[in-house]
């Protein structure tokens, strides 16, 4: 049986090689209908396979796997920035107006990411905003139905009292994931 250290080791690291299999290639849409769909994973860089060669030789200590993994969820997928994208999420509302719509939210990518301690990396995370008149959505049809977002994603960095994003997307359109 794997002891504490080695099972959180083990768990993280067989991620990684994950990652890196699931990324496919970004194409620019010519149109919002052309979005591309992306998945959670493509908004983390691929990892260092030297990196997975050194852990799976036993040449990294548990501080330096973790210190990694930090760096690469503190890293946003620079070739995303500007693209119209398709994405499926958890939305968590971080306003409300008097109608109980929130018109600026937080994409995470499984449901009660929202809630947990800690949160999910700031690549896993994305801050969602409504155009201006748009409305925004229901906050009882948010956190606990998936959605499907269609936007244009940008790298930047954003900061609210729950957490930092790396990403941002302005909606064009949102459904119920199917």
């Known amino acids: 049986m794997k002891t504490g250290k080695s099972l959180i080791l083990t768990t993280l690291l067989t991620l990684l090689p994950a990652v890196a299999v699931q990324a496919k290639p970004v ?6 209908a052309d979005a591309i769909e992306i998945t959670w994973d493509e908004l983390m860089p691929a990892p260092d396979q030297q990196v997975i060669n050194n852990y799976q030789a036993g040449e990294m200590g548990r501080d330096e796997v973790i210190a990694y993994l930090d760096k690469l969820g503190q890293t946003p997928v620079v070739k995303l920035d ?3 994208v398709r ?8 306003n409300l107006d ?4 929130a018109t600026e939210l937080l994409l ?3 449901m009660g990411a929202c809630i947990h301690v800690p949160p999910p990396p700031p690549n896993q995370t994305v801050y969602v905003k409504f155009k201006e008149g748009k409305g925004g959505i229901k906050v009882e049809e948010a956190g606990y139905t998936p959605y499907w977002l269609v936007g244009t994603l940008r790298v930047e960095t ?5 957490t930092e994003t790396l990403y941002s997307i ?3 359109s949102l459904e119920v994931y199917k």
């Open 27 to 32: 194409e620019k849409p010519t149109t919002k």
């Open 82 to 84: 500007k693209r119209t």
């Open 87 to 94: 994405i499926p999420g958890y939305l968590v509302p971080l």
């Open 98 to 101: 008097k109608d109980q719509r």
């Open 108 to 110: 995470v990518p499984t």
């Open 158 to 162: 954003t900061q609210s009292e729950y």
């Open 170 to 172: 302005t909606v064009d």
